[in-house]
């Protein structure tokens, strides 16, 4: 193998290697599945390839001990426990038997050389970019509203990722893309009451950060606001951007609540709310009580104070 055919899973690898590490980390059978092959035969062909270095007793002691060891090691020979890190360990060195550092001795660390940390940087940017192409592809999808165009970019990417997101999707084989345009189209078509003071123009911004976030399973879309956006919500960006998801969420378990009785699967009398721990008092009143599906009240609830915004949810109560 020469230098231009390193395989993504080999520099996938050799990214992680930025900075020393224990290659037993990666030896699982976990990364073995990933990498498709044993970690330790790719990293044998890396260091063959002079893309990996191994750390000697100096870098090791350097990265697994403490200041504090080192100056309990040098007090125990009766040497001086002044200095920096670096003449510690230099201290050490000269005057130890290796006999002292038989533990640090075993331990294995590698790191990119040179020309290692060169490919690794280029594939990290590489892959950087990638991400930012096909987010970029998948903001400009929703602005047209196109959903299924939009899920199909996400799901491209997110399968020719070496590690996929998500335990248990199949993104090869992605089955979720009608709940996903569902979902969508909700984002845009609704608006909780408790974002009443956001106006059409920043609502459609909150709506394409909101589905970023369901897409990509994120917690938070910063990265997808305009810098220096502000709505005139009492939320901050990422908050309001969830109350939109958290809507979209409460809409689709009313709406299974509504299918569940017509069909006559169950017998729901009642829906309770339930409210988080921490809620405000708002909340908490709301959730005490029980509710059909005529007279629930709107989550997320218009009245929440908290600044997490309201998390409530609602649960039906079977007979
Ligand atoms: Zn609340």
């Known amino acids: ?20 590490k224990e290659p037993q980390e990666f030896e699982t059978e976990f990364w073995c599945s990933i990498l498709k ?25 350097e990265n697994k001990c403490k200041i504090n060891d080192l100056k309990e090691m040098l007090k125990n020979l009766d040497l001086k426990q002044t200095g920096k890190k670096e003449e510690l ?31 690794a940087q280029k594939y990290v940017e590489e892959e950087n970019r990638r991400r930012e192409e096909n987010e970029y592809l998948v903001v400009n999808a929703l602005k047209e509203r196109e959903f299924v165009k939009a899920i199909r ?7 020719s990722q070496i590690i996929p997101r998500g335990m248990g999707i199949d993104w090869k084989n992605y089955n979720l893309e009608q709940i996903d345009v569902e979902i969508l189209t909700n984002i845009f078509k609704n608006k ?19 589905s ?38 409460f809409l689709r378990e009313k709406n299974d609540i509504n ?19 921490d809620s405000c008092e708002e909340c908490k009143v709301m959730a005490n009580k029980k509710y059909t599906l005529n007279n629930i009240p709107e989550l997320p609830y218009e009245k929440c104070t908290c600044d997490l915004g309201c998390r409530c949810c609602i649960s039906p109560v079977f007979d």
């Open 212 to 249: 970023m976030m369901h897409l990509y399973g994120a917690a938070a879309a910063d990265k997808w606001f305009p810098t220096n956006f502000e709505t005139k919500s009492r939320f901050d960006n990422n908050t309001a951007a969830r109350m939109l998801l958290f809507h979209v969420e």
């Open 153 to 159: 970019e996400m799901v491209k990417f997110e399968a």
């Open 192 to 210: 909780p009451k408790i974002l009443s003071d956001v106006d059409d123009d920043k609502s459609e911004v909150l709506r394409i950060g909101a």
């Open 37 to 61: 092959q044993p970690t330790a035969s790719i990293i044998e062909t890396l260091r063959n390839q002079g893309y990996l270095i191994k750390a000697d007793l100096k870098t090791v002691l």
């Open 259 to 277: 299918n569940s009785i017509k069909s006559g699967i169950a017998t729901i009398k009642k829906i309770a709310i339930i409210a988080a721990n």
């Open 89 to 119: 360990i230099d201290r050490l060195l000269k005057n130890a038997k290796q006999e002292l550092f038989k533990d640090y001795l075993t331990i294995v660390l590698y790191k990119c050389s040179p020309s290692g940390e060169m490919r």
């Open 1 to 20: 193998m020469n230098n231009s055919d390193l395989t993504p899973e080999y520099l996938f690898l050799l990214s992680k290697f930025q900075k020393f």
